[in-house]
């Protein structure tokens, strides 16, 4: 819950500073909020691994598949692995 109020607020703020391009001030503010955007992400993200280690090891691996051309990637070869019947590890 924490995450997405932050996520929101950051977002909301980011877009406020967008509508005034002519401040410099509203530049940074922006700036920090982004910074404050990727701190919320990642201490959501810690959490979650938290909880995972309640959760069945093959869990984690289909958790951080990542994100992008990894995660296209990581998610492939993870069924890839998975129909020539290897485990994560």
Known sequence: MMVTIFGVGSFLTIAYCSTHPENMAYFYIALFA???????QSF???????FLKGFPPNLVGDFSAGTGMAGIFSTFSLLGMKAMKLTDA
């Open 44 to 50: 959501g993200e810690a959490v979650v691994l938290g």
């Open 34 to 40: 982004s910074m404050f955007m990727g701190v919320s």
